[in-house]
């Protein structure tokens, strides 16, 4: 397994700010996934986040609106930009530690906008 | 879409029955997974498939996977209060590494 944090746990925001989610990985890794999980609903993969390259975004998802950053192997941040009520959900890093499909999730950041 | 879907989305038992939760997916897979999540939180990784195999078992949990009918079941026997989360199924797909998630089963035991 690996041993995943993010920052913050939780937040309250106004409508037409930004906020940046960390994700730290105990140890390097290649892939990093950032999804969506808005309430009572499943998880959607927002993008793919390789250390060196640009982010891959999923269809619906925009640099724009959720630009990521992946300085180095064991770090990423996700920005949610310009937000509205609508993006209130929770989201969560994940990680592909040895490329054989199975995911480790961080505890997740609990976005409420106002 | 090509999310996965989950029955029952709601599941209700006693303690100590077996639950039993199914997934249904649309393409080609390299393989399936389980996770479990509690209460809104990070999800736990519970038992991976690949897609050559039938069937595996992980303590107190069995999985089977039917990939000509493209679906999977989880089944929890002697289920306990602690096993009271949302489980998801997620596939990934030949050549991708993403995971699509299904909708997900709200599983509740009864003391």
């Known amino acids: 397994s690996a041993v995943i944090s993010q920052k913050p746990s939780r937040d309250i925001c106004q409508r037409g700010t930004s906020l940046t989610i960390q994700c730290q990985v105990d140890s390097q890794v290649t892939m990093m996934f950032w999804y969506r999980q808005q309430p009572g609903q499943s998880l959607t993969l927002i993008a793919t986040a390789n250390q060196g390259s640009e982010a891959t975004y999923e269809s619906g998802f925009v640099i724009d609106k959720f630009p990521i950053s992946r300085p180095n192997l064991t770090f990423s941040t996700l920005t949610v930009s310009n937000m509205s009520p609508e993006d209130s959900s929770i989201y969560l890093c994940s990680v592909d530690r040895t490329g054989g499909g199975t995911q480790y999730f961080g505890p997740g950041t609990r976005l409420l906008v106002l | 879409s090509q999310q996965g879907e989950e029955d029952p989305q709601a599941l209700s038992i006693q303690e100590g029955e077996n639950a039993t939760m199914n997934c249904s997916y649309k393409t080609s897979i390299n393989n399936l997974q389980w996770y479990r999540q509690n209460s809104g939180r990070g999800l736990v990784h519970l038992i991976l498939i690949r897609s050559n195999e039938r069937e595996k078992h992980s303590g107190r949990l069995r999985v089977t996977l039917d990939t000509s009918k493209k679906s999977s079941s989880l089944l929890i026997t002697a289920s306990r209060a602690a096993d009271t989360a949302s489980y998801f199924c997620?596939?990934?797909?030949?050549?991708?590494?993403?995971?699509?998630f299904g909708q997900g089963t709200r599983l509740t035991i009864n003391p």
């Open positions: 997620a596939t990934d797909f030949q050549g991708a590494q993403k995971l699509v």
